[in-house]
């Protein structure tokens, strides 16, 4: 993906954002600054040490924190005019997030935990779009089963498909392999990336792992709640 067309047609761009927070003495200024454009279906890795502000800067991408001045615009949405409730919206539609520790529902079954973000959209189909998206990611025989009686591969995998079922125009993931083991992280990283690749989502991806950031196509590297450095990423 070239410059221009990132300039032309910004899935994501944050421009002079600060986030603090905490109160009084212990308030912190965690996000300084930050500008930073992502194109439409680029695969950006945010990496840095720990402390470094990656979640914080998933999160006001992803609407979950109000950052304290700058601009933020998320799917040609100005996330900072929008209320609480206009914001979830915007989020059920917009952004699928895949978390570290799964999220899952954990009175529902995966069917169910799939199906939330269809049914508070409105989808009459939310079910048989649920099936086809658990279907997709190897879990068409767990369809019945809750959180409790699955791996953590397979939560993990039920995550994924909630947060693409509604075919979100931007997917953040959080350290998604953080709590799996090596193979059965891999497994769910191929399948995130096929969905990425597939659906032309914008995938934006927390990640410690160096060898998973060199997939992408652009590295952004933060140090100290500032972005450090932010180039190509150089296949391994």
Known sequence: MNDTSIAAAPAISLSGVNLSLGRGAARVHILKDIDLHIGRGEA???????????????????????????????????????????????RGRNVGIVFQSFHLIPTMTALENVAVPLELA????????????????????????????????????????????????????????????????????????????????????????NTLAQRCDRIVRLRSGRVEQAHAAVPA
């Not at 998933?58 to 040609?76: F, N, P, W």
């Not at 939560?155 to 993931?173: C, S, T």
């Not at 990283?189 to 410690?208: P, S």
Request: hydrophobic share 45%; no cysteine.
């Open 44 to 90: 950006v890795g945010l990496v840095g040490p720990s402390g470094s502000g990656k979640t914080t800067l998933l999160m006001v991408m992803a609407g979950l924190e109000r950052a304290d001045s700058g601009s933020i615009a998320v799917a040609g949405a100005d996330l900072r005019a929008l209320d609480e409730d206009a914001l979830a919206r915007f």
């Open 122 to 209: 409105g989808d009459p189909n939310a079910h048989r779009r649920a099936r086809d998206e658990l279907a997709a990611v190897g879990l068409a025989e767990r369809l019945n089963h809750y959180p409790a009686q699955l791996s953590g591969g397979e939560q993990q995998r039920v995550a994924l498909a909630r947060a693409l079922a509604p075919n979100p125009a931007i997917l953040v993931a959080d350290e998604p392999t953080g709590n799996l083991d090596e193979d059965t992280g891999r497994q769910v990283i191929e399948l995130m990336f096929a969905g990425h690749v597939e659906r032309g989502t914008t995938l934006v991806l927390v990640t410690h792992d």
